[in-house]
């Protein structure tokens, strides 16, 4: 059972992790928000703690934050971000898509894309820190994370010839896509209640309409556009919260941690 958790931690993360990584690969995939709100707590109170010791510098908490994410993941995410800004920018079809993907090299569209998705993050960091609402970056983390496990059980691998992802994808079962779900749920709520269900349904939405997009580019997901999926859900959430978080923790009601 707990052998999903550490192929999950492993997979999303560079965090150490003793124990042996699960024969069945899908069986991290219900993991997945768990431990995107480990790697929200660790950002959330990175970003605090540097706040404090700075006597209150909202940018330079934000960029901490920032740069504490791009660590912790190994900037796995970005990376496919960026694939999928070349590939879908350069492929006029599916094969050539596919092809500038799994190319190593990164043209300028995925420079411009990593470019613009950090400052993203980076600017609605600093509204959030500066609102004292900092602590969602908790839900934006556990909604991305899910936004993995729910794509690869709901679309088939891209690449005929197989790939890294293809072992999760290829083998992920309605239950994975359904535990992770109810999983996230409750974690959200636990934190900002029913606040954090709509967070929740936005960014479920926006993973949906990104899974469209990438089954009619491509005609399905592969480890690239796994990564690049979350990367786009959690900076959609941050820049949304950015925006409306105030009024949103004013309207409805919050979780049960006081965060």
């Given at each position: ?27 991290a995939l219900p993991w997945f928000p768990l431990v995107g709100c480990l790697l929200g707590i660790m950002l959330w109170g990175l970003a605090l703690a540097f706040d404090l010791a700075s006597a209150g510098w909202p940018a330079g908490a934000a960029i901490t934050a920032v740069a504490g994410s791009a660590v912790l993941t190994r900037g796995f995410h970005l990376d ?180």
């Open positions: 059972m707990f052998q999903g958790l550490v192929t999950a931690l492993r997979t999303l993360t560079i965090l150490p992790v003793p124990g042996r990584d699960t024969r069945d690969l899908p069986q496919g971000l960026a694939d999928l800004a070349d590939g879908f920018g350069g492929g006029r079809d599916q094969e050539r898509a596919l092809a500038i993907m799994k190319d190593p090299h990164m043209g300028a569209f995925g420079v411009m894309a990593i470019v613009l998705v950090l400052m993203a993050k980076w600017v609605a960091c600093t509204r959030l820190v500066e609102t004292g609402l900092i602590s969602w970056i908790i839900p934006a983390y556990i909604v991305s994370r899910l936004s993995v496990a729910e794509l690869a059980a709901c679309l088939p691998y891209a690449r005929r010839e197989g790939g890294t992802a293809g072992p999760f994808v290829d083998k992920a079962r309605p239950g994975h896509r359904l535990i992770a779900l109810v999983s996230a749920l409750l974690l959200v709520m636990a934190f900002k209640g029913l606040s954090g269900a709509l967070v929740l349904f936005f960014g479920w939405a926006l993973c949906r309409l990104l899974g469209v997009w990438f089954l009619k580019r491509v005609g399905g997901v592969t480890g690239d556009l796994l990564g690049a999926c979350c990367e786009l859900v959690e900076t959609g959430i941050l820049m949304a919260c950015a925006v409306g978080g105030t009024a949103l923790e004013r309207i409805v009601p919050h979780g049960v941690l006081p965060l």
